[in-house]
């Protein structure tokens, strides 16, 4: 074989490696077809893909393939902010009974367990506002309140009282009822020995 077939056949070789080399070089990008940035033409991964979603642990809707908050997470917190309407029955504490009752539920900041509650009578002859603080847990809350100063009246006389409760109430609905129970006992201001213990019924549906 001369010389120059030779050149000729390395230069055909050559050239058959340099487009077969070209034709298999890797395209970068995203290649998770879940990623919002999925790029479908992508032969190699960069690792610049992204998936928005939820990315705190405590959230209801957590996404543990999310890499971006999306900052629409779901707390169990959530179904009860609002303003609720009904009831509150109490058995010897009659002055705390109103069926106009106002429930007003909302956040605790930087705590996603818990929500403030403020429960209002609604009648003129019965106005009070009692606080609570309550512990998210699933679809109930538990209740509480401490030394809350009131002023009731037992046998006739108007006497100054520290209120404590405890209790749970709960929803089945998504947050749209709540019912349930606390426990209110009443201490004397003056000496803080107990006068009373009373059972409060709620019922509320939220406006």
């Not at 940035?37 to 979603?53: H, K, L, Q, R």
Request: aromatic residues 4%; glycine residues 8%; negative net charge.
């Amino acid at each position: 074989m001369t010389l120059p077939k030779l050149a000729t056949i390395s230069a055909v070789l050559l050239l058959g490696l340099f487009i077969q080399s070209c034709g298999e070089e890797d395209i970068p990008g995203c290649t998770n077809a879940a990623a919002d940035n999925y790029d479908p033409s992508a032969t190699m991964d960069n690792g610049t893909c992204t998936i928005s979603g939820c990315t705190d642990p405590e959230a209801e809707n957590y996404d543990p393939n999310a890499n971006v908050n999306s900052t629409d997470c779901v707390y169990a917190r959530d179904k009860f902010i609002g303003i609720y309407t009904g009831t509150l029955d109490c058995g010897l504490l009659n002055q705390l009974n109103t069926d106009s009752a106002e429930i007003e539920i909302t956040i605790v900041p930087d705590d996603i367990n818990k929500v403030s509650i403020t429960i209002k009578s609604g009648n003129l002859e019965s106005d009070f506002e009692l606080p609570l603080d309550a512990e998210v847990n699933g679809d109930e809350l538990s209740l509480s309140a401490e030394d809350f100063p009131y002023q009731v009246d037992l046998l006739g006389m108007p006497v100054d009282v520290l209120i404590t409760a405890e209790g749970t109430v709960s929803t089945a609905d998504g947050g749209m009822t709540l019912t349930g129970s606390f426990t209110a006992n009443v201490l004397s201001m003056e000496t803080g020995d107990p006068l009373l213990s009373d059972q409060c019924q709620i019922n509320a549906v939220k406006n």
